[in-house]
């Protein structure tokens, strides 16, 4: 599986944006998908995961109330909505592929990964 992320760009503070990931080579709606980011200097973490359905999410607390984890099995994509963007929200946000039935919030059980994408959200 190949997992394109795009969406990313600068954006004041307050502001908001829309994340995608798109996926090819495999069966997309067989896999729970998650978003993770890395900010310079931290290790990567967890932001948010949807179960192969749509039917369950997950999220950080960091990101609860201000972010929205959503997919389109028909366009094998999955979306973050991410809106009252603060500077600690800046990082590179990896869009990630679980082969498992049960959802994880553990990067390491995640299987396959897009390349990233930059948020960049100035004060």
């Known amino acids: 599986v190949q997992l394109q992320a795009c969406g990313g760009g600068l954006v004041q503070a307050g502001g908001s944006l829309r994340l995608s990931c798109a996926a090819s080579?495999?069966?997309?709606?067989?896999?729970?998908m998650g978003w993770f980011r890395q900010a310079p200097g931290k290790e990567r973490e967890f932001v948010a995961l949807?179960?192969?359905?749509?039917?369950?999410?997950g999220y950080a607390d960091s990101a609860k109330g201000r972010f929205a984890i959503s997919r389109d099995n028909a366009k094998n994509t999955v979306y973050l909505q991410m809106n009252s963007l603060k500077s600690e929200d800046t990082a590179v946000y990896y869009c990630?592929?679980?082969?498992?039935?049960?959802?994880?919030?553990?990067?390491?059980?995640?299987?396959?990964w897009g390349q990233g994408t930059l948020v960049t959200v100035s004060s």
């Open positions: 949807i179960n192969w359905s749509g039917g369950l999410t």
């Open positions: 080579g495999g069966t997309f709606s067989r896999y729970a």
């Open positions: 990630a592929a679980d082969r498992a039935v049960m959802t994880t919030r553990k990067p390491e059980q995640y299987d396959y």
